[in-house]
Every structure is written in structure tokens, then in C-alpha cells.
């Protein structure tokens, strides 16, 4: 079993900064893949960014260039590092793990999620 902590969302101006961190409990030797998540209202959730085992990462198009992903085993936490953002950033995220062997975005993919932090944007 894997539980995930999410921390470190808030409100923010446009242009500003955050940084997400996602404390990961339990076997994670299982796990390959981790990843960020968001959902607004009214939207489905998509992928923002994910991260494998091997240092290798994704990141949808909206973000890259803006958002970093990376991870500190030795912690067990995963963060989000979000520059420049914007009020079409503002939703809630979710960290979520997932045991597939690959690189992947895809919520079908995922098992294992934390309870979500919002991050709000304002102009």
C-alpha cells in the first residue's frame, strides 16, 4: 500500500511561483512512474507532469517551459516547481503514483493518489 501527501498550495499573482511537495509512505520500491495532476471545475483531470524512476520526464504542453518535476528518493518526495503562472493554472492538484513501467500522463494509469491541494491564480 502507498499513501501520498500533498503540501504547499495557496494562492499566488500572476507571474508568481510555488512549489508543490508530495511526501510518498509506504513500499514505494514498486513504483516507477510519478506524477502531478490538476483538475478545475467543470474539466476533467489531466496530466501535468510525471516523472520515472530512470529521471526521464513528461509534461503537457500548457506547462512546459514553466513547470519542473523532480524527485529526492532519498526523502520519498515528489515536488512541482511552477514559475511564471497563470490564473489558467488555478485547480486543484494531485500527486499520484503509478505502477506501470513506463512514462505516462494518463490518469488510467495511475493507482495510487493523495487528497489534492488547490493552487489559485489571480490576475
Known amino acids: 500500500q502507498v499513501r501520498l501527501v500533498e503540501s504547499g498550495g495557496g494562492s499566488v499573482q500572476a507571474g508568481g511561483s510555488q512549489r508543490l511537495s508530495c511526501s510518498v509512505y509506504g513500499y514505494i520500491d514498486s513504483i516507477y512512474c510519478m506524477g502531478w495532476f490538476r483538475q478545475a471545475p467543470g474539466k476533467e483531470r489531466e496530466g501535468v507532469a510525471a516523472?520515472?524512476?530512470?529521471?526521464?520526464?513528461k509534461y503537457v504542453d500548457s506547462v512546459k517551459g514553466r513547470f519542473t518535476i523532480t524527485q529526492d528518493n532519498v526523502k520519498g518526495t515528489l515536488y512541482l516547481q511552477m514559475n511564471s503562472l497563470k490564473p489558467e493554472d488555478t485547480a486543484m492538484y494531485y500527486c499520484?503514483?503509478?505502477?506501470?513501467?513506463?512514462?505516462?500522463?494518463?490518469?488510467?494509469?495511475?493507482?495510487?493518489w493523495g487528497q489534492g491541494t488547490q493552487v489559485t491564480v489571480s490576475s
Open positions: 499520484a503514483a503509478s505502477l506501470t513501467q513506463f512514462l505516462t500522463t494518463s490518469t488510467a494509469d495511475f493507482r495510487y
Open positions: 516523472i520515472a524512476s530512470d529521471g526521464g520526464t
